[in-house]
């Protein structure tokens, strides 16, 4: 990766001869290279804006080592930066630390994936943790979404809240920890209809979700391909139930994935999860530094 | 209305909006150049300028903005509904089945999406809400086998429409493709030119992907027309632009709810109005709430 990126520099920035450090005009022309790549990688554009005048500061007057060209140096520089916005090195895990059952709150837009990623969770949270865990649709939406998960926990082996009609997503979200505390479940996993940044109604519903059940996670389910709208979506969810980490879904496909910097940039939550198919067992720890590359389309 | 020198710290806001928008860099910059010939140093009011900018844009769109009309000679118009994960396909599909039978058409929904969980469930309640059959297989079945069986089934009923469902795939998977290719030859063996309709159903939230969407499920699929979903919500579907001015795809119908009722024929004036926005010369960002409320 770090070659191109240096590659698609050194076309824009002039021959540094005998000065040994970056300029601001190569600086300038640079940058305008890392706002187009990442516009084109669908990074909302106040996060774009902000990104590229941190990097400015920190790359001009930069000295470059003799080994390297000047296109190197600002590689480097941009290619620190974006891990360091995207979380830094490294993947954070899912916090249960909590007095069990711990719920795990799962919200985000229509169609994001967050049933499907609660069926990931669940069968690896089984499987590798060996815990138990208690699979709850709040959707009352969504024609046969509460049959969705019903059929994604028997998939993955672990169990699901009985379905009872005419229950409001409140009345299910306490019914279903009364069961995770009455039965013994180490973690109950609350998945929720899908709604609009721009829905009130919705949003204070989910809100109230949260207040009955003090989730140890709220995790914002993402979709890889999102576009400029993730401003929206990270704070409107972020400023309605506050989200602890993040989930980008269909990493599978080839869109750039800029949205999980605005994600990290708006949210400042960690994105933890990732996920790469349609099969339940396709769920990845976050890599920032994969991540990274992508979005520069390297 | 307080007038102002439409300059360049003007145009620069005004590109950053669509770009917000979700025009991509290039097309925004590709409409300020142009808009920049017509109006600048001019002065203008706010309104003035949102307007003449979203003719700009809607000069783009009107071209493609076809709204989706059965063919009353074919007995069934088969539509073969397809997209990425998520996109809103099931939904739309009630939607439509709702609108083409409360028109008197004898319409058949088909349960194509034989793969993801309960995705045959959530047709057969579309099917019960809005009184139009569904024809499904076992979870699991072929769905080139069944799609094959409802044509038969529709031709043999004298049906006008037939709606039909596909699980999501993402374009870059080559082998879920060819399975979208293989249900649309397998229903040639029994009609050659069916499906006469292949839809393509876009999320409105996606960004920069979406052209590589249509790019690839148009080359695998012979994509006819396109369906724009979830322009209820803050999202402004501005890559739609893009793909207006690469495919020239009809653009028929967009989705602004979950419900029955939620589906619009999609307006080029409407939908620019939409893009625009609040744009404002004093630079804001993009307002929640802001929906193009596309006429019917
Ligand atoms: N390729 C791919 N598909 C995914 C991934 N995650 C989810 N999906 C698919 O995306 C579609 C929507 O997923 P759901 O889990 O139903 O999404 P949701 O957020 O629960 O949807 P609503 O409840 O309607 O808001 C389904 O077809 C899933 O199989 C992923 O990581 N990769
Ligand atoms: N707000 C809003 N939601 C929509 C719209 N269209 C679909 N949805 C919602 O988006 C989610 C996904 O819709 P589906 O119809 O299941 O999408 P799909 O393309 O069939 O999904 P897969 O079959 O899993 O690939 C559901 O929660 C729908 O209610 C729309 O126009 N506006
Ligand atoms: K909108
Ligand atoms: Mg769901
Ligand atoms: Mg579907």
Same mark, same amino acid.
């Given at each position: 990766m770090f070659e191109s990126l240096s590659d698609r520099f050194s076309g824009v920035i002039g021959d540094l001869g005998k000065r040994g450090t970056l300029s601001e005009a190569d600086v300038a022309e640079a940058m305008r290279e890392v706002r187009l790549a990442m516009l084109e990688a669908d990074v909302a554009l106040p996060v774009v804006k902000d990104f590229v005048n941190k990097v400015k500061e920190r790359s001009v007057g930069a000295e470059v080592l003799e080994s390297v060209s000047p296109g190197q140096a600002v590689a480097k520089i941009v290619n620190d930066a974006l891990i360091d916005a995207l979380g830094g090195a490294g993947a954070v895990p899912l916090n249960l630390n909590a007095a069990p059952p711990v719920p795990i709150l799962m919200v985000g837009l229509q169609g994001s994936g967050k049933t499907t990623t609660s069926g990931k969770i669940a069968l690896r949270l089984a499987t590798r943790e060996r815990k138990k865990v208690l699979l709850a649709s709040?959707?009352?939406?969504?024609?046969a979404a509460q049959l969705q998960l019903q059929q994604l926990a028997e998939r993955a082996g672990v169990a699901s809240l009985p379905i009872i009609a005419g229950q409001t997503p409140v009345e299910i979200a306490q019914r279903a920890m009364e069961t995770g505390r009455r039965e013994g479940y180490d973690v109950v996993i609350l998945d929720t209809a899908g709604r609009l940044s721009i829905d009130e109604a919705l949003m204070n519903e989910v809100r109230q979700i949260r207040d009955v059940t003090h989730p140890a996670e709220t995790l914002l389910v993402v979709d890889a391909m999102t576009g400029q709208d993730a401003v929206n979506t990270a704070k409107s969810f972020n400023e309605a139930v506050g989200v602890s980490g993040v989930v980008m879904t269909r990493m599978d496909g080839d869109a750039r994935g800029g949205a999980a910097l605005s994600m990290r940039a708006i949210t400042g939550a960690p994105i933890k999860l990732t996920g790469s198919g349609e099969k339940l067992d396709a769920l990845e720890e976050f890599h920032p530094e994969r991540v990274a590359g992508r979005i520069l389309g390297l | 209305f307080t007038k102002r020198k439409l300059d360049e710290a003007a145009l620069e806001d005004l590109e950053d909006h669509l770009i917000a928008a979700d025009l991509g860099p290039e097309v925004a910059e590709r409409v300020i150049e142009s808009f920049r010939s017509t109006r600048f140093g001019t002065e203008v009011t706010d309104e003035e300028i949102r307007t003449a900018l979203a003719d700009e844009i809607a000069r783009v769109l009107e071209p493609v903005a076809i709204p989706f009309e059965p063919s009353p000679e074919l007995k069934p118009h088969v539509v073969l509904m397809v997209g990425v994960n998520g996109s809103g396909k099931t939904t739309t599909i009630g939607k439509m089945g709702r609108y083409f039978s409360e028109q008197g058409k004898k319409v058949i929904m088909v349960a194509?999406?034989?793969?993801?969980?309960a995705a045959v469930e959530q047709l057969q309640v579309w099917g019960e809400r809005t009184n139009v059959p569904v024809i499904a297989g076992k979870p699991g079945a072929d769905a080139a086998g069944l799609a094959f069986e409802a044509l038969r089934k529709g031709k043999a009923e004298g049906a006008d429409l037939l709606l039909i469902d596909t699980a999501g795939r993402l374009h870059n998977k080559g082998a879920l493709m060819e399975e979208l290719a293989k249900i649309i030859r397998v229903m040639k063996k029994f009609d050659e030119t069916a499906p006469h309709s292949v839809l393509l159903v876009l999320d409105a939230t996606t960004g920069q992907n979406a052209v590589e969407q249509v790019r690839v499920f148009r080359e695998l699929v012979n994509v006819t027309g396109l369906i724009v979903t979830k322009l209820d919500g803050s999202a402004r579907g501005g890559i739609v632009v893009a793909l207006a001015e690469e495919f020239k795809l009809p653009i028929h119908a967009v989705g602004?709810? #979950?419900?029955? #009722?939620d589906l619009r024929p999609f307006s080029a004036q409407e939908f620019a109005r939409g893009l625009v926005g609040k744009a404002s010369l004093e630079t804001s960002p993009p307002e929640e709430g802001e929906t193009p409320s596309a006429a019917p």
């Open positions: 709040l959707d009352t939406q969504r024609p | 194509g999406d034989t793969f993801r969980a602004v709810g #979950e419900k029955a #009722e």
